[in-house]
């Protein structure tokens, strides 16, 4: 079965900071998706990255980012933190549509 | 825009008895229908899906049925267990071309004993 590891787990940062998350799948599936989990809006999509190539973006502001790398690795970027980037930011293979354990991230 | 509607919010079962949870999408391009579940504090896990070229799809105590003229789909639990109490999101996606999910609200299912 599929695995994939989130760092960190969880994060405390303030407004105006930033934040980078990073997501490792196992080696040889070439899909990355981030998506972002809130109790207001749910699962929302961030991102999708196909051998290091973005190839979809979600209806987020420019301060969100992100990028694979060769060993599939990927990371997310959030630039200037507002409160409302609090959240459980969850990354996935989707190839088999299995999901990391997520980040969760507190703004104060 | 992509689109999913999720009904019901929560619903609340005997245990026993049987859970409909229903979604519809807006995309007429939509190909591919996953359905998660998500215990608190848990990841998402996928327990069951399917693609337009098929009708309906079973998996023991669940299923899965798709109307494609009507953009519905909709997840079946028969014989609903305790643990079976979870949160439920339907999702579609244009996976030929995408992975991007687009995910329902989420139905908070709670199975009394």
């Known amino acids: 079965k599929a695995g994939v590891t989130q760092t960190p787990r969880y994060l405390i940062k303030t407004r105006g900071q930033q934040v980078t998350l990073s997501c490792s799948p196992i080696s040889g599936h070439r899909s990355v998706s981030w998506y972002q989990q809130t109790p207001g809006q749910g699962l929302q999509f961030l991102f999708e990255?196909?051998?290091?190539?973005?190839?979809n973006k979600g209806n987020f502001p420019g301060r969100f980012s992100g990028r694979q790398f060769s060993n599939s690795r990927s990371e997310m970027n959030v630039s200037t933190l507002e409160l409302g980037d609090s959240a459980l930011y969850l990354c996935?293979?989707?190839?088999?549509?299995?999901f990391g354990p997520g980040t969760r991230l507190l703004v104060l | 825009g992509e689109n999913v509607e999720q009904h019901p919010s929560t619903l609340s079962v005997q245990e026993g008895d049987s859970a409909v949870i229903k979604c519809t999408y807006s995309?007429?391009?939509?190909?591919?229908f996953p359905w998660y579940k998500q215990e608190l504090g848990k990841r998402p896990q996928l327990i069951i899906d399917i693609r337009s070229n098929v009708g309906e799809k079973k998996d023991q105590r669940i299923a899965v049925t798709l109307n494609k003229t009507a953009k519905h789909f909709s997840l079946h639990i028969t014989e609903t267990q305790p643990e079976d109490s979870a949160v439920y999101f339907c999702?579609?996606?244009?996976?030929?071309?995408?992975?991007?999910?687009?995910f329902g609200s989420g139905t908070r299912l709670l199975v009394r004993p």
């Open positions: 995309d007429s391009a939509s190909n591919y």
């Open positions: 999702a579609a996606s244009m996976r030929d071309s995408s992975y991007k999910l687009i």
């Open positions: 990255y196909f051998s290091e190539t973005q190839r």
């Open positions: 996935a293979i989707q190839e088999t549509q299995y």
